[in-house]
């Protein structure tokens, strides 16, 4: 089992939503956060004084997936999340040993699923 952690523009959180479903991954949890990159903040306005934004606000998407479904979930995450320009986020995965669901006990990927 792998975990996916994506760090996405706010607005393409419904697109990359609606994308997973489509391919039959349907449990995520969401995560407003807030951080930075090669982006480095950004300046704006208010009342007349220009201040300084370090950290940009992202979402973060959560996803566990089986090892077969890896491949098609980052491609799925990518394309439904890319907008070319710099900011559109970055995606990382980490192998989980196990996963538990709680009501029934189930354990692996039948808990997932």
Known sequence: MKKIEAIIRHFKLEDVKNALVEKGISGMTITEVRGFGRQKGHTEMYRGTEYRVDFVPKVKVEVVVDDSKLSMALDT???????????????????????VRIRTGETGKEAIG
């Open 77 to 99: 995450i990518t394309k439904a999340a890319q907008t070319g320009q710099i900011g559109d986020g970055k995606i990382f995965v980490s192998s989980l040993e196990d996963c």
